[in-house]
């Protein structure tokens, strides 16, 4: 079956940089794609990956894909407090171009 | 970018009431739109998928009478709570696809409901 998880805590100090794991099990899956979730507040796409690339950088962010160990990771340069926040780590599996499985949510929080 | 609006951000109602919620493709034309409810703590439950011009397809396990949805157009899918319970209160989130192949979702604000 098509399984997307995630650890659901990480704790990290103000400065250096948090790396945010995620696993998968669709090994036909086309996009992998990391969301933000503030406190009471809706998903904010942060960055997608396609499944025939290796890594994306984008600023503060770097995206590995690791296809053969089905691992894909978020590293944050530089954490801020302003990056406290829930981030869900989602696949869109070949089989179904409008069907997206979301992970269970890693929390990050900044300690001073 | 792409912008999906969600609206009410919030909203509190009576039990036996109904609740509607709406959300908005702001720059692109969504034939079809996604709906989840988040429980606190928990990821998030897809409910339903809005198709433009024809029945919502609902995920096992909801019910299709109790969460209306209504996709009037290529711009708008509304999720009507009916008959509200205090169980029903959750944040409830919609999503869109941009057209192309394979591009992301864009997620609304989402609506927090209570139900008292």
Not at chain 1, 6 to 17: A, H, K, N, P, T
Not at chain 1, 87 to 95: I, K, L, M, Q, R
Not at chain 2, 66 to 85: E, P, R, W
Not at chain 2, 87 to 109: K, M, Q, T, W
């Amino acid at each position: 079956g098509e399984d997307v998880e995630q650890s659901l805590f990480l704790s990290v100090r103000e400065g250096d940089s948090s790396v945010i794991n995620c696993t998968y099990t669709d090994s036909s899956s086309t996009y992998l794609y990391w969301y933000k979730q503030e406190p009471g507040a809706g998903l904010q796409l942060l960055t997608y990956i396609f499944s025939n690339m290796d890594m994306k950088q984008d600023q503060r962010l770097t995206v590995l894909l690791n296809k053969k160990d089905k691992h894909l990771s978020l590293r944050i340069a530089d954490t801020q407090t302003g990056d406290s926040a829930i981030y869900f780590c989602a696949e869109t599996p070949y089989s179904s171009a409008s069907k997206i499985i979301f992970g269970s949510g890693t929390r990050l929080s900044i300690r001073p | 970018g792409a912008v999906v609006s969600q609206h009410p951000s919030w909203v509190i109602c009576k039990s036996g009431t109904s609740v509607k919620i709406e959300c908005r493709s702001l720059d692109f034309q969504a034939t079809t739109m996604f709906w989840y409810r988040q429980f606190p703590k928990q990821s998030l439950m897809l409910m339903a998928t809005s198709n433009e011009g024809s029945k919502a397809t609902y995920e096992q396990g909801v019910e299709k009478d109790k969460f209306l949805i209504n996709h009037a157009s290529l711009t708008l899918s509304t999720l009507t709570v009916t008959s509200a319970h205090p169980e029903d209160s959750s944040f409830y989130i919609c999503s869109a696809r941009p057209p192309g192949v394979n591009s992301p979702l864009h997620f609304g604000n989402g609506t927090r409901l209570t139900v008292t």
